[in-house]
């Protein structure tokens, strides 16, 4: 059976091995994950919002009145 290999945290370009940090930085490792997928998930959000706004935009130029 192969050998549980702890997966890196690069912080600052610097590699560190998740089981040498102390419980209050595996700690702030977590919020910091956490915190990126918020991140990613709003972004998702605003390019929906973003797509919404730009075909409302569309059919409400199709519903205005032509100029002379």
């Not at 560190?16 to 918020?38: C, G, I, T």
């Not at 569309?58 to 519903?63: F, H, I, P, Q, V």
């Amino acid at each position: 059976m192969a050998g549980k290999e702890s997966q890196k945290v690069t912080i600052d370009d610097k590699e560190y091995d998740p089981d040498k940090l102390s419980d209050s930085a595996k700690a702030q490792v977590v919020n910091m994950q956490v915190v990126l997928q918020e991140i990613a998930s709003l972004q998702q959000k605003l390019a929906i919002a973003q797509t919404a706004r730009n075909a409302y935009a569309t059919a409400l130029k199709e519903e205005l009145p032509e100029e002379d």
